[in-house]
C-alpha cells in the first residue's frame, strides 16, 4: 500500500499490547504519533518479574491455541517455548490432607473431563443464547450426581468445585452465573490451549515495536510516562479532540485511540469522555464483563514438594491442584455462593511450580477473592497459604522466605484483569464489537478529496470480537484501529 503523505496528529492512550501495536504501525505510515501512558512502564497487563535465574509473568503468560498471529509469529521467530499439558503434570491435593491414590486420581479427573468435555462439546450450541456457564456447568452437575452413591457424589462435587475455580481463572469472572455460554461456543482456542514463550512477554514488545518489519523502530521517546490522561472533549469547528492529562497539560490531535482496560473505561467514562459516546459504546462499557484473577508467588529455600511422590503424574510434579470437599447443599441455583462467606484462599485452584524456578510455587486465583488477597498484609497472605499447604498435605510445609503477588484489582490503571462476554452483554446483544466502533467522525479535506474520519477510536482487549481477553486479541486490535485509519486516509471513506 502507498504510504500516505500526511502528518496526522494522533494520540494513544495507554502502552500496553493495543496501544504500542498501534503506535508502531501509525508511525511506519508517517503519522505524527504519541502515546501518554499513566504508569512508568510499557506492557499494561503483559508484566514480567525479572531474576537472576529468569523470569515470572505477572500477567499474560499462555500464548493461547494455534492458527493465530502471536503462535504464528513465534513459531517462525524461534520464540515458543514448550506445550503445557497441566494434567499430566499436576498432583491433587484433597482437604482431607488424605493421599490421592492411582485409582482416586482415575476417578477425580474422569469426573472433572465430564465438565471439561461437555463446555467443548456441540451440547453448548443446543442450549438457551441466554444461558450462563455457572447455570450450564450445575446442570451437568445434578443431571450427573443422579443415582450415584454418597462417595461418588462427594468426589464429583469436589471435582465440579475445581473445575468451577479452574474456568473462573479462564473467564477472567466473579461468577460463572454471569459468563454468558457464548463464551465458550466460539471456538477461539484451535490446538494446545497452552503454549509457553522462550522470551519474557515484556521483551515481546521489542517484536511489536519492530512490526511490520518495513522502517524504523517505533521509539520510546514517543512515549509519555506517568502522564494519565484525565478528559478527551470533540473540538468540532476545529475538527480535532482535545486531550487533558492529569498533569493539567492540553495538547490538541486529530485523532486519539483510546485503549485502556475496560475497568478504566467503566470507572472513568463519565469524566474521561466530556463530548457524548454513541450508545452502544456506553452500553458496550456498562454490560461487558470484566473480573480480577491473582498470582501469589511463594519463594522457598528448598522445594518441600520434591518429594511428594503421586504415582499418576508423569515426571516432576508441576502442579498441585486443591480439591476442596463439596458444600454445595445450600446453594443449588447458585453454587458459587458458597464462596461468599469464605476465606480469600477457598479461591485458589492451584499451585504450579515457576518455570526456571524449582523453588518457587505460584498461586492462581479468580474472583472477589482476589481483590481481598490483595489488599492484605504479605504476612498475612503467607501465613494463609502456609496454613493451607499444610492442611492439604498433612505435612509441616514451611513458610515461603518471599512472596511476591499481582494487583491487578487494586491498580486503577487496569481495575482487573480481563474481559468476558457477560450475561446482561448477551441480553442487550451487545459485543465487542460496539465496544470497538469508532466515534466523533468528522470530515476533512485530504489530498483534494472529502474523507470521513473518527476522532475517536477504541482499542485494547475487550475489543475484539474474537480473541477478547487474550494478548493477541489485544495486539490485533491495535493494528486494526491503526488501519482503520491508513485506509481513511487511502480511501474516500472509513
Ligand atoms: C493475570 C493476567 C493473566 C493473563 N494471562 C494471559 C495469558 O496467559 N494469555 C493471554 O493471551 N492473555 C493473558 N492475559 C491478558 C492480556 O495480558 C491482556 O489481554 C493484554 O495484555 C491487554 O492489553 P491491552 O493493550 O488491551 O490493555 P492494557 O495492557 O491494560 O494496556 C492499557 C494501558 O493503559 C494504561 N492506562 C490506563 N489508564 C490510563 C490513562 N488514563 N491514561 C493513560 N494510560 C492509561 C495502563 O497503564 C496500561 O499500560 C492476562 C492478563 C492478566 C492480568
Not at 485523532?255 to 474521561?272: E, F, M, R
Request: proline content about 3%.
Amino acid at each position: 500500500m502507498e504510504t500516505p503523505k500526511i502528518k496526522a496528529k494522533v494520540v494513544v492512550v495507554g502502552a500496553g499490547a493495543a496501544g504500542i501495536a498501534a503506535a508502531t504501525l501509525l508511525f511506519k505510515n508517517n503519522f505524527d504519533v504519541i502515546v501518554y501512558e499513566a504508569s512508568d512502564r510499557i506492557g499494561g497487563r503483559m508484566r514480567t518479574h525479572k531474576t537472576p535465574e529468569g523470569w515470572i509473568e505477572l500477567g499474560a503468560q499462555w500464548v493461547h491455541g494455534e492458527q493465530q498471529w502471536l503462535y504464528d509469529y513465534a513459531a517462525e521467530h524461534g520464540l515458543l517455548g514448550r506445550s503445557v499439558v497441566m494434567a499430566e503434570e499436576s498432583g491433587i491435593l484433597q482437604e482431607s490432607g488424605k493421599q490421592v491414590s492411582v485409582s482416586d486420581f482415575g476417578r477425580l479427573s474422569e469426573k472433572s473431563n465430564v465438565f471439561g468435555d461437555m463446555l467443548c462439546k456441540d451440547e453448548l450450541r443446543k442450549v438457551d443464547k441466554l444461558q450462563s456457564v455457572g447455570e450450564f456447568l450445575t446442570n451437568i452437575y445434578y443431571q450427573t450426581s443422579q443415582d450415584l452413591t454418597d462417595l461418588e457424589k462427594a468426589e464429583l462435587e469436589s471435582a465440579y468445585d475445581w473445575f468451577i475455580r479452574v474456568t473462573k481463572m479462564d473467564a477472567g469472572s466473579d461468577t460463572l452465573h454471569d459468563v454468558n455460554v457464548r463464551n465458550y461456543i466460539d471456538e477461539t482456542c484451535i490446538g494446545n490451549y497452552n503454549h509457553q514463550l522462550n522470551i519474557p512477554f515484556a521483551d515481546l514488545f521489542d517484536h511489536v515495536r519492530n512490526y511490520p518489519k518495513e522502517g524504523k523502530e517505533f521509539p520510546l521517546e514517543r512515549v509519555k510516562f506517568n502522564t494519565a490522561v484525565a478528559a478527551l472533549k470533540f473540538l468540532p469547528e476545529n475538527k480535532q479532540v482535545q486531550v487533558t492529562t492529569a498533569k493539567g497539560e492540553v495538547i490538541e490531535a486529530d485523532h486519539v485511540i483510546v485503549t485502556v482496560s475496560l475497568g478504566v473505561l467503566k470507572a472513568h467514562q463519565h469524566t474521561l469522555f466530556q463530548t457524548p459516546l454513541p450508545a452502544r459504546t456506553k452500553l458496550a462499557i456498562d454490560l461487558l464483563g470484566y473480573g480480577t484473577v491473582g498470582k501469589v508467588v511463594c519463594f522457598y529455600d528448598e522445594p518441600f514438594w520434591k518429594d511428594w511422590k503421586f504415582d499418576y503424574v508423569r515426571g516432576d510434579v508441576k502442579a498441585l491442584s486443591l480439591f476442596w470437599k463439596g458444600d454445595l447443599d445450600d446453594f443449588q441455583n447458585d453454587p458459587e455462593k458458597r464462596y461468599d462467606n469464605k476465606p480469600w484462599y477457598r479461591a485458589i485452584r492451584s499451585f504450579v511450580v515457576a518455570q526456571f524456578h524449582p523453588n518457587v510455587l505460584v498461586a492462581f486465583l479468580a474472583g472477589s477473592h482476589t481483590n481481598t488477597m490483595e489488599k492484605l498484609s504479605e504476612d498475612d497472605v503467607s501465613r494463609d497459604i502456609t496454613a493451607l499447604l499444610r492442611r492439604f498435605s498433612g505435612r509441616n510445609v514451611p513458610a515461603p522466605k518471599k512472596i511476591i503477588r499481582s494487583s491487578w484489582s487494586c491498580d486503577k490503571n487496569f481495575n482487573g484483569t480481563y474481559s468476558y462476554l457477560s450475561q446482561a452483554a448477551r441480553k442487550a446483544e451487545v459485543s465487542a464489537e460496539d465496544l470497538g466502533q469508532p466515534a466523533w467522525k468528522y470530515e476533512k479535506q485530504f489530498n483534494e478529496r472529502n474523507v470521513q474520519v473518527p476522532g475517536l477510536l477504541f482499542a485494547g482487549e475487550a475489543t475484539h470480537t474474537k480473541y477478547f481477553s487474550m494478548a493477541h486479541g489485544a495486539l490485533m486490535s491495535g493494528w486494526r484501529e491503526a488501519q482503520r485509519l491508513i485506509d481513511g486516509y487511502s480511501t474516500v471513506h472509513i
